[in-house]
């Protein structure tokens, strides 16, 4: 991917509940990939690549911009029979048109600059009955008051979107779209946090906001982690996006990227 890259030793994570999210996350994607060619963008060390082999996965290609993390998702992947590296760019994977069942890309989105061209990308590669998995940072949760202009605290972070922001992304790429929640808080904290955005400058608000993570020290519950369908009451940290069927493009819009060999 473009720019600096985030990349999370999930192993060795500080933050017990940022670790917990990670695999929460990859543990539901895992639940469309049996039987299925499976695309996993900006795949990291290969967390979801172990889990989505171990799910049944007839055919997995792994796709990373960092040779590095390539490497160690190898090491660390056990079923090398199913599991193929590609050093690639999430903006231009190295892959046909219409050769993937699904595509998988958690926590990417906010590491570009243009989300859109991206998910024209997920779409090229996607078969016309396949389904796009992603997740990405709510932004009216993680930066309350702020637009989507502004630079996230994360320095790793291009930009956030919020749940209509994203929605209206995937929907107008894909025909069906499901929304699902990590991190739930009550509609009544947002509507605090936006006061006091009111009051005091965005970034500040976004700082105070981490800090109130903080109480999950004291109280460990895993059940946060877990991701589940959006409620109308309710606002989350992490949005998960679960699109089937890309809407028809016309055939010229279907340009096959260049092929690239498997990294070592």
């Not at 930009?159 to 808080?185: A, H, I, W």
């Amino acid at each position: 991917m473009p720019g600096e890259q985030e990349r999370l030793p999930i192993a060795d994570a500080t933050l017990y509940w940022v670790a917990a999210e990670h695999h929460a996350r990859y543990a539901f994607a895992a639940g469309f990939v049996q039987r299925r060619v499976v695309v996993d963008c900006a795949c990291g060390n290969g967390i979801g690549v172990r889990q989505f082999a171990e799910h049944g996965a007839s055919r997995i290609v792994a796709i990373d911009s960092s040779a590095d993390a390539l490497r160690a998702a190898r090491a660390s992947s056990r079923d090398s029979r199913v599991i193929h590296f590609l050093l690639g760019d999430a903006m231009r994977m190295p892959l046909a048109c219409q050769s993937a069942d699904v595509v998988i890309s958690l926590e990417t989105l906010e590491h570009l600059a243009d989300g859109g061209s991206f998910l024209d990308e997920a779409h090229r590669i996607l078969k016309p009955a396949g389904t796009f998995v992603c997740s990405t940072p709510n932004r009216a949760v993680t930066h309350p008051g702020a637009p989507l202009t502004v630079r996230p605290i994360n320095r790793f972070h291009v930009q956030e979107y919020s749940v209509d922001e994203l929605r209206s992304l995937l929907t107008s790429r894909f025909r069906q779209v499901q929304l699902y929640g990590q991190n739930p808080q009550a509609r009544s904290q947002r509507r605090v946090m936006g006061l006091v955005a009111r009051i005091l400058p965005w970034r500040w608000t976004a700082y105070l906001n981490q800090l109130l993570k903080l109480r999950r020290f004291l109280r460990n519950d895993p059940s946060l982690s877990v991701v589940v369908p959006v409620a109308a009451d309710w606002d989350y940290e992490y949005i998960v996006g679960v699109c089937l069927g890309p809407i028809e493009r016309r055939p010229d819009a279907l340009i096959d990227a260049p092929q690239t060999s498997d990294a070592h």
